[in-house]
């Protein structure tokens, strides 16, 4: 079998590994005062290219996701994002439960359009009675979507001065943000999205780290005193340390771009196999993420030889699934697959 389900099934690279064991027995202060995080915070800090900015390490995208929304939102306020955004649809209600409504719109190949927002934001603000209603404070979106594609520099432009003009927060969800930076033809850089977002997170989970998300907040003062929000969220990690050391690592000599790269060179030398054996794809996307329409036998064989993300069913029966690679992924793994389709 061929393993091609997500981009963490795999542990960490292997430099984050050695530096764990190098570190292992260092008696360091908890929490993430120690050296390491300080070192990381100011190498992210330095390519996101805001040096006066601050950065924030978690563990996870949910717990990330849930806590920056909250910390940002009024208790009265929800936060917009597309039907199929991921807060919207795989985190189990996590933002709900802290008290905020995910406010969906329909998206286009999982992307919010800004004549879309400015068109929500518009009809609420025209009723008399929206006073009753949740009141839309900051849009979310990824980057990649849940459907592996990538916002251009006009579209992220074109969203902010819709944001602007409502004085609402853009948060970006970045858990797999490398794959998307280094994706072929993209023009999107992490300095663009720096200028752009109010707030996003760079993914480690999916990117080479055991586990681990870096909020960046480009500019001080959107939210007061987000380390006790993130206690409250049970979400500070005593021994923070490990956190550190992981991004510091990824963010040295540019490991994080070079293993992100990785992935995406896996994922097309996948895509071209998988079109020269005839199958279709549901979109074209150029990330680590690969949606492949299949028929039930050819749903039943794939089976057989890979295990796979099953992602929706199509009216006219067929199946929508998602293959992933990764940073780890080999090329004789998808040399084998492609072998046996």
Same mark, same amino acid.
């Given at each position: 079998?061929?393993?091609?389900?997500?981009?963490?099934?795999?542990?960490? %690279?292997?430099?984050?590994?050695?530096?764990?064991?190098? $570190?292992?027995?260092?008696?360091?202060?908890?929490?993430?005062?120690?050296?390491?995080?300080?070192?990381?915070?100011?190498?992210?800090?330095?390519?996101? *290219?805001?040096?006066? *900015?601050? @950065? %924030?390490?978690?563990?996870?995208?949910?717990?990330?996701?849930?806590? =920056?929304?909250?910390?940002?939102?009024?208790?009265?306020? *929800?936060?917009?994002?597309?039907?199929?955004?991921?807060?919207?649809?795989?985190?189990?209600?996590? @933002?709900?439960?802290?008290?905020?409504? =995910?406010? $969906?719109?329909?998206?286009?190949?999982?992307?919010?359009?800004?004549?879309?927002?400015?068109?929500?934001?518009?009809?609420?603000?025209? +009723?008399?009675?929206?006073?009753?209603?949740?009141?839309?404070?900051?849009?979310?979106?990824?980057?990649?979507?849940?459907?592996?594609?990538?916002?251009?520099?006009?579209?992220?432009?074109?969203?902010?001065?819709?944001?602007?003009?409502?004085?609402?927060?853009? /948060?970006?969800?970045?858990?797999?943000?490398?794959?998307?930076?280094?994706? +072929?033809?993209?023009?999107?850089?992490?300095?663009?999205?720096?200028?752009?977002?109010?707030?996003?997170?760079?993914?480690?989970?999916?990117?080479?780290?055991?586990?681990?998300?870096?909020?960046? !907040?480009?500019?001080?003062?959107?939210?007061?005193?987000? /380390?006790?929000?993130?206690?409250?969220?049970?979400?500070?990690?005593?021994? *923070?340390?490990?956190?550190?050391?992981?991004? +510091?690592?990824? !963010?040295?000599?540019?490991?994080?771009?070079?293993?992100?790269?990785?992935?995406?060179?896996?994922?097309?030398?996948?895509?071209?196999? /998988?079109?020269?054996?005839?199958?279709? !794809?549901?979109?074209?996307?150029?990330?680590?993420?690969?949606?492949?329409?299949?028929?039930?036998?050819?749903?039943?064989?794939?089976?057989?030889?890979? =295990?796979?993300?099953?992602?929706?069913?199509?009216?006219?029966?067929?199946?929508?699934?998602? !293959?992933?690679?990764?940073?780890?992924?080999?090329? $004789?793994?998808?040399?084998?697959?492609?072998?046996?389709?």
């Amino acid at each position: 079998m061929q393993y091609f389900q997500c981009d963490y099934m795999e542990g960490a %690279h292997p430099e984050i590994l050695k530096r764990l064991l190098e $570190t292992n027995m260092e008696k360091t202060p908890g929490y993430g005062k120690d050296i390491y995080c300080d070192s990381a915070k100011k190498k992210i800090l330095e390519v996101c *290219g805001c040096p006066e *900015g601050e @950065v %924030h390490l978690m563990v996870g995208g949910t717990q990330t996701n849930s806590t =920056v929304i909250s910390a940002i939102l009024r208790n009265y306020e *929800g936060v917009i994002a597309a039907e199929t955004g991921h807060v919207s649809a795989h985190e189990s209600g996590a @933002v709900e439960y802290t008290g905020h409504k =995910v406010l $969906t719109i329909p998206g286009v190949e999982g992307k919010l359009r800004a004549d879309d927002v400015r068109k929500y934001l518009e009809v609420y603000y025209a +009723d008399g009675n929206h006073e009753h209603m949740v009141w839309p404070g900051m849009v979310y979106i990824s980057h990649p979507t849940e459907y592996g594609t990538l916002y251009t520099k006009d579209e992220l432009t074109n969203l902010r001065a819709v944001c602007d003009a409502y004085k609402l927060p853009i /948060f970006l969800d970045g858990a797999r943000l490398g794959y998307g930076l280094m994706a +072929d033809g993209t023009d999107v850089t992490i300095e663009d999205i720096s200028e752009l977002c109010d707030v996003f997170y760079i993914g480690g989970t999916k990117v080479g780290a055991l586990c681990g998300e870096a909020v960046v !907040f480009p500019k001080k003062g959107l939210v007061s005193n987000f /380390f006790s929000t993130i206690k409250q969220h049970g979400a500070l990690m005593a021994k *923070g340390r490990l956190l550190g050391i992981q991004f +510091d690592t990824l !963010f040295t000599d540019g490991l994080y771009f070079k293993i992100s790269r990785h992935a995406i060179d896996m994922a097309m030398k996948l895509k071209k196999g /998988f079109v020269q054996k005839g199958y279709e !794809f549901y979109m074209d996307t150029v990330t680590n993420q690969q949606f492949i329409i299949l028929n039930d036998a050819q749903f039943e064989a794939l089976s057989k030889v890979a =295990v796979f993300e099953i992602w929706e069913k199509l009216a006219d029966g067929r199946t929508v699934v998602r !293959f992933c690679t990764s940073w780890a992924t080999k090329e $004789t793994d998808i040399d084998e697959l492609l072998s046996m389709i």
